[in-house]
Nanobody, 123 residues
Framework: QLQLVESGGGLVQPGGSLRLSCKAS????????IGWFRQAPGKEREGVTC????????AYADSVKGRFTISRDNAKNTVYLQMNSLKPEDTAVYYC????????????????WGQGTQVTVSS
């Protein structure tokens, strides 16, 4: 059974960077689309980015385009989210999730979720 574990969250100042990791176990990622989502207190879950099984296709929410980069290393069964130029409004719990249905940042298409990692952007 596929399980996902996020790591790499923390406290960072505005303008700083963080790299999140999503480590999979129990199933090879080679055929799985991975998405990153976030949820801030009092707000709905937001799709951030997603990546195809080969890594050749990606999609981003407008709010993070040009600042965030998703990548994957299937040999390590891990997907990464590089976050640069962080803003206070990026503060949220970040989740990775898996689907086999296609490239999408619609969370309803994702069946397996990690437990989340907190990202706080504050001075």
């Amino acid at each position: 059974q596929l399980q996902l574990v996020e790591s790499g969250g923390g406290l960072v100042q505005p303008g700083g960077s963080l790299r999140l990791s999503c480590k999979a176990s129990g199933f090879a990622l080679n055929f799985i689309f991975i998405g990153w989502f976030r949820q801030a207190p009092g707000k709905e879950r937001e799709g951030v980015t997603c990546i195809s099984p080969s890594g050749g296709s990606t999609a981003y929410a407008d709010s993070v385009k040009g600042r965030f980069t998703i990548s994957r290393d299937n040999a390590k069964n891990t997907v990464y989210l590089q976050m640069n130029s962080l803003k206070p409004e990026d503060t949220a719990v970040y989740y990775c999730a898996a689907t086999m249905t296609g490239l999408s940042i619609n969370g309803d298409q994702y069946k397996t979720w990690g437990q989340g990692t907190q990202v706080t952007v504050s001075s």
